[in-house]
């Protein structure tokens, strides 16, 4: 594998960590019945991910099905089995949704 491809591979990888990060903030922030979740969870994502205000709620507005979703998957999940299967779940719905 060249160095391309794996320094790829590791940007997808940290994405998905952002992402997941994202979705358990989001969802603490709908638990707590925060007035804006999506604005409270960019400023944790700026601030725990080192990244700018602008970049981290970019990164969010242009994911925020996924995070949604994934943070659906956190609320209705009781252990780490049960998320990869709800995981598994939110892939197969239809795209229209």
């Not at 969870?41 to 949604?68: S, W």
């Not at 999940?77 to 598994?88: I, P």
Request: charged share 30%.
């Amino acid at each position: 594998m060249n160095s391309n491809a794996r320094s790829g591979k590791n940007a997808v990888q940290e994405q998905k960590k952002q992402l997941v990060k994202a979705a358990r903030m989001y969802a603490m922030c709908q638990k707590a019945e925060v007035e804006n979740p999506l604005d409270v969870t960019g400023l944790a994502v700026a601030a725990f991910e080192d990244m700018p205000l602008k970049q981290a709620l970019v990164f969010l507005r242009t994911n925020e099905q996924n995070i949604k979703d994934l943070a659906w998957a956190f609320k209705n999940s009781g252990s780490a089995e049960e998320f990869e299967q709800r995981v598994k779940q939110i892939k197969h719905l239809p795209r229209d949704r």
